[in-house]
């Protein structure tokens, strides 16, 4: 009974000890694991000079749809690349007809009730809009034998995974460094 | 000429049970046949044709992204009207290197769990034909267990029994035994561990390193079509995670009052491009258990190391290598008494049991794009056990090699089909005297061969939604000669977020080494013989046919649950009968001669029911209920005593429940409760509750520091009785309440 009592006691205590703050345990919110991968390609991807031509010193990261990041892609904000040289810089476009020249564009995988309701539309759109050395990340099955070069997808083995079509990548100019490409998660699209 | 005459019986015997067995599969398999083409029949809906996928044209749906279809389709809350008013969310994981980013599990809803033991080919839990269960890393992490039983408690359909400190029965659907767990095949990377002289699985000498293991996936129903003989009622398929996913150092130690301590050490690196490898270390010491009369004398203490490489010469070939060895010391105590009802204690033996070996086992893959490929393994195991006091001296030298392959035939045809060759090289030294107690007087050396071949076939009688898989295996071994385990399976998938299935098929355990041919004695001071189990060479294969039913479905993102039920009919069941023997030697002393027998039939029949629920976010909730009958039928009214003794050892009911809730604060909180109904065949093993508790936090994020607590309902209860063969005893042992602490770091 003491022993009930007691047990009972450590498990209250527990609960109360804790406050509510964020929650950091090793199964992570994908949405946090995928804007984090942009910072990294952002780190790990080799742009030319010039890839936007008014960058102004910024290295600019788009989202092309609704934001599925809830609030994390925000947090790439002021975050630096190039050794804290080059400031990153956040845009949003609602479709492709809004589309300015970016070094690197996520292809959210959301619907949408625009002209642009799917991913694979926005791509489309996309492709006849951009900047030649924009890298195109997508979320959704099958684009990146579409024209995008990084296309994420959760594996059965609860990973974020990457298929990443590099042929496409140099076509552009642009290229990952072999640390990304050595990865376990990618899976290179010939 | 007599022993023609035997063996000619014997043959015809054998001979009129196949053809009956042969027609009762026929008639099986034509039912599903037919109703599987009855559904086929039906009119086809129009589907629209799914995108092309470049990766994985084969499948159906490659890599879905449930995730997608999970998260981001609910409105993200965080987001407000005009995000520069708002802080956002800080992206903590920035602080990871990308090594340890593209490391990190996100949450895999239950039907996409990926299963490679159902068709030795990649597949989700949603898509097996068959009653699966995958113990994820971050489970085995959470559950606080520190060996692979204790992490199998949670698995549906499973009954697991610490006997005491280091001896475990794990067993699927029944048929529970300290000596024997034979229905039952677990193997580590493709390695079996079943242990060839008695048919059963040595625990106490099968571990790997919790911290790298990628899964274990728990098959249970039989897995014989590609998996070969002794799954009859389940598999248990222990992998280890890739060289390329343990890069880096992790040491894991602690200690307490039952784990008396442990430290795991592992690092991997590479060579800058396709050579992956790590080499790793453990060692633990765990106390005695608890017994009434005295000192348990059952502490347990192991050491291993080993490593694996992986090496990818090109895009499309792997090839591992991995080895270990290792050294267990397991504490042991029995007694002999001269009359089945005598007093206990009347001899006892009590020494270590020292095992000792290692294996080395070298894979070459190679992946030929569309869902084809092959793979070639070789492996050389050595098991080498002896007690201190020389009451047991054996080992086993195994060597095995085997080939599989699979393609797509065809639109609708996923083939794979494999062959096998299996050496035994068993050796036997005379066993020493004991307090009295004297085992086996033999000294020999045995060989033994096993040689299979496989093939199963997955069709698809409509696309993306109904597929039925059949196939056989043959085998021939040394003992029953040629053996044939085919299966039929339908599954029906009406949507990604259910399935419904069925499946029949039949299942063998090849007689083992002890029952075939070796004698024992366990004598009682010289000249007098207490029992002699005597071998027997008629002794057939046990066999099994086995009906089940399975359902399984994630009606929402946050809720899952799998429904499996079974009707298993089994033939020919082992039986040790005390008999006469007409020419015994000079008697001095009552003896006890044991004979094993096919002296057995009966029918199992039973439901497992498991589901998960993400309460929140940060709270999950994991529930299994097992119910299990066994109903075994003696051929001879004089084995009558077995077959309560069989039914007896298994629980007809089992719950396991688990709390796993991140509290914040990076602090973690799991809970388990366990009750397991009473083993009718002893009159001192209560039913009971048990409760776990772990409490876990991360100071940082390559720091884990956790407190468990095991077994904390009571002091100490056993969790199996004596048993024992004749006048052979081993002594209650009871389960004592335990708590450590552990610190795990990562670089």
């Known amino acids: 009974m003491t022993r009930n009592i007691l047990l009972t006691l450590i498990v209250c205590g527990v609960w109360l000890a804790t406050s509510v703050c964020n929650a950091q345990t090793p199964v992570k919110d994908e949405r946090q694991v995928?804007?984090?991968?942009?910072?990294?390609?952002?780190?790990?991807?080799?742009?030319?000079?010039?890839?936007?031509?008014?960058?102004?010193?910024?290295?600019?990261?788009?989202?092309?749809?609704?934001?599925?990041?809830?609030?994390?892609?925000?947090?790439?904000?002021?975050?630096?690349?190039?050794?804290?040289?080059?400031?990153?810089?956040?845009r949003r476009f609602e479709s492709s007809n809004d589309y300015k020249p970016c070094h690197l564009v996520f292809i959210s995988p959301e619907a949408a009730d625009n002209?642009?309701?799917?991913?694979?539309?926005?791509?489309?759109?996309?492709?006849?809009?951009?900047?030649?050395?924009?890298?195109?990340?997508?979320?959704?099955?099958?684009?990146?034998?579409?024209?995008?070069?990084?296309?994420?997808?959760?594996?059965?083995?609860?990973?974020?995974?990457?298929?990443?079509?590099?042929?496409?990548?140099?076509?552009?100019?642009?290229?990952?460094?072999?640390?990304?490409l050595q990865l376990s998660i990618v899976h290179l699209v010939p | 000429m007599a022993r023609t005459a035997i063996n000619t019986f014997c043959m015809a015997r054998s001979l009129t049970m196949e053809y009956r067995i042969g027609a009762t599969t026929f008639m099986a398999g034509s039912l599903l046949v037919a109703g599987a083409l009855a559904l086929c029949a039906l009119p086809t809906p129009v589907r629209a044709e799914p995108p092309p996928f470049a990766y994985d044209s084969a499948r159906e749906r490659p890599f879905r992204t449930p995730a997608v279809t999970i998260r981001y389709q609910e409105p993200p809350p965080e987001v407000p009207a005009n995000p520069a008013d708002v802080e956002p969310p800080a992206l903590e994981l920035l602080d990871l290197s990308i090594e340890e980013l593209s490391q990190t599990q996100v949450r895999v809803p239950a039907l996409e769990q990926e299963v490679t033991t159902v068709s030795r080919q990649e597949s989700t839990v949603g898509r097996s034909p068959v009653a699966v269960f995958v113990v994820t890393q971050e489970m085995i992490r959470r559950s606080g267990a520190t060996s692979?039983?204790?992490?199998l408690r949670m698995v549906p359909g499973l009954q697991v029994v610490r006997i005491d400190s280091n001896k475990?029965?794990?067993?699927?659907?029944?048929?529970?035994?300290?000596?024997?767990?034979?229905?039952?095949?677990?193997?580590?990377?493709?390695?079996?561990?079943?242990?060839?002289?008695?048919?059963?699985?040595s625990w106490d000498a099968v571990d790997v390193m919790l911290e790298d293991v990628e899964r274990i996936e728990v098959v249970r129903g039989p897995g014989a079509t590609v998996w070969?003989?002794?799954?009859?009622?389940?598999?248990?398929?222990?992998?280890?995670?890739?060289?390329?996913d343990t890069q880096g150092g992790l040491i894991s130690s602690g200690g307490g009052t039952e784990e008396r301590g442990f430290t795991s050490f592992r690092y991997g690196g590479n060579n800058g491009s396709d050579l992956n490898y790590r080499?790793?270390?453990?060692?633990?010491?765990?106390?005695?258990?608890?017994?009434?009369?005295?000192?348990?004398?059952?502490?347990?203490?192991?050491?291993?190391?080993?490593?694996?490489?992986?090496?990818?010469?090109?895009?499309?070939?792997?090839?591992?290598?991995?080895?270990?060895?290792?050294?267990?010391?397991?504490?042991?105590?029995?007694?002999?008494?001269?009359?089945?009802?005598?007093?206990?204690?009347?001899?006892?033996?009590?020494?270590?049991?020292?095992?000792?070996?290692?294996?080395?086992?070298?894979?070459?893959?190679?992946?030929?794009?569309?869902?084809?490929?092959?793979?070639?393994?070789?492996?050389?195991?050595?098991?080498?056990?002896?007690?201190?006091?020389?009451?047991?001296?054996?080992?086993?030298?195994?060597?095995?090699?085997?080939?599989?392959?699979?393609?797509?035939?065809?639109?609708?045809?996923?083939?794979?089909?494999?062959?096998?060759?299996?050496?035994?090289d068993l050796h036997f030294h005379p066993s020493g005297f004991d307090g009295g107690f004297h085992v086996n007087a033999s000294d020999e050396t045995v060989d033994l061969n096993r040689v299979s071949a496989f093939v199963q076939d997955e069709m698809t009688l409509r696309p993306d939604e109904l597929f039925l898989t059949m196939g056989i295996k043959l085998s021939h071994n040394d003992f029953s000669n040629f053996e044939y385990q085919p299966t039929a399976r339908l599954l029906w998938a009406p949507d990604e977020q259910q399935a419904a299935w069925a499946s029949f098929s039949r299942a063998v355990r090849t007689p083992a080494y002890a029952e075939h041919f070796s004698r024992i004695t366990g004598v009682a001071g010289p000249g007098t013989s207490f029992f002699t189990a005597f071998p027997n060479q008629e002794f057939d294969s046990e066999e099994m046919f086995a009906y089940e039913l399975g359902y399984r479905a994630q009606p929402t993102d946050a809720f899952s649950w799998d429904l499996a039920m079974f009707y298993n009919k089994y033939d020919d069941l082992l039986v040790r009968r005390l008999t006469p023997v007409p020419l015994m030697p000079i008697v001095v002393l009552p003896t006890?001669?044991?004979?094993?027998?096919?002296?057995?039939?009966?029918?199992?029949?039973?439901?497992?029911?498991?589901?998960?629920?993400?309460?929140?976010?940060?709270?999950?909730?994991?529930?299994?209920?097992?119910?299990?009958?066994?109903?075994?039928?003696?051929?001879?009214?004089?084995?009558?005593?077995?077959?309560?003794?069989?039914?007896?050892?298994?629980?007809?009911?089992?719950?396991?429940?688990?709390?796993?809730?991140?509290?914040?604060?990076?602090?973690?909180?799991?809970?388990?409760?366990?009750?397991?109904?009473i083993l009718p065949q002893f009159v001192d093993v209560p039913s009971y509750i048990a409760l776990d508790l772990r409490l876990g936090w991360y100071p940082?994020?390559?720091?884990?520091?956790?407190?468990?607590?095991?077994?904390?309902?009571?002091?100490?209860?056993?969790?199996?009785?004596?048993?024992?063969?004749?006048?052979?005893?081993?002594?209650?042992?009871?389960?004592?309440?335990?708590?450590?602490?552990?610190?795990?770091?990562?670089?």
Request: glycine share 10%.
């Open chain 1, 34 to 90: 995928k804007a984090t991968y942009l910072y990294f390609f952002s780190q790990y991807g080799t742009w030319p000079e010039n890839a936007v031509p008014d960058a102004q010193g910024q290295f600019i990261v788009g989202l092309l749809g609704p934001d599925p990041f809830g609030g994390y892609f925000d947090a790439l904000k002021g975050k630096t690349v190039a050794g804290g040289k080059i400031k990153i810089e956040i």
């Open chain 1, 115 to 180: 002209g642009e309701g799917t991913a694979e539309q926005r791509l489309a759109g996309l492709l006849k809009k951009r900047n030649p050395h924009v890298m195109i990340v997508s979320d959704s099955p099958g684009l990146a034998t579409a024209g995008a070069m990084i296309n994420n997808f959760i594996a059965a083995d609860g990973r974020v995974h990457l298929e990443i079509n590099r042929a496409e990548m140099q076509k552009q100019g642009l290229d990952m460094s072999p640390k990304v």
């Open chain 2, 148 to 151: 692979i039983p204790e992490v």
């Open chain 2, 168 to 201: 475990w029965s794990v067993t699927v659907r029944g048929f529970a035994d300290r000596f024997f767990n034979r229905f039952l095949l677990v193997q580590i990377d493709g390695r079996a561990v079943y242990q060839v002289i008695n048919s059963t699985v």
């Open chain 2, 228 to 244: 070969g003989a002794n799954a009859v009622n389940g598999i248990i398929n222990i992998i280890t995670k890739r060289a390329a």
């Open chain 2, 279 to 424: 080499v790793y270390g453990k060692w633990f010491d765990r106390d005695n258990g608890f017994n009434a009369n005295g000192d348990a004398q059952d502490d347990w203490r192991a050491g291993r190391g080993g490593f694996r490489m992986d090496w990818t010469p090109t895009e499309c070939d792997t090839i591992t290598l991995q080895g270990e060895i290792f050294e267990v010391h397991s504490g042991r105590r029995d007694f002999l008494r001269p009359l089945t009802t005598g007093p206990d204690f009347f001899f006892t033996n009590t020494e270590d049991e020292i095992t000792d070996g290692g294996h080395l086992l070298s894979r070459w893959s190679r992946d030929l794009g569309d869902d084809s490929g092959w793979s070639l393994q070789a492996y050389y195991d050595r098991f080498d056990r002896r007690s201190t006091n020389q009451i047991i001296d054996a080992s086993i030298d195994t060597y095995d090699v085997d080939f599989q392959n699979h393609f797509q035939l065809g639109c609708n045809h996923k083939v794979v089909w494999g062959a096998g060759y299996r050496f035994y």
């Open chain 2, 592 to 677: 006890f001669p044991v004979t094993t027998f096919n002296g057995m039939d009966g029918e199992t029949y039973g439901v497992e029911l498991s589901g998960t629920l993400d309460v929140t976010d940060s709270w999950q909730l994991y529930g299994q209920y097992t119910f299990l009958r066994m109903q075994l039928h003696a051929d001879n009214p004089v084995d009558a005593a077995a077959e309560a003794a069989t039914e007896g050892l298994s629980p007809h009911n089992q719950v396991y429940l688990m709390s796993s809730w991140d509290m914040g604060c990076n602090w973690e909180l799991d809970l388990i409760g366990r009750y397991v109904d």
């Open chain 2, 700 to 747: 940082s994020e390559n720091l884990e520091l956790s407190v468990v607590g095991q077994n904390l309902t009571d002091p100490h209860h056993p969790e199996f009785g004596s048993t024992g063969a004749g006048t052979l005893r081993s002594p209650t042992v009871e389960l004592q309440r335990g708590v450590y602490g552990m610190l795990r770091y990562k670089w």
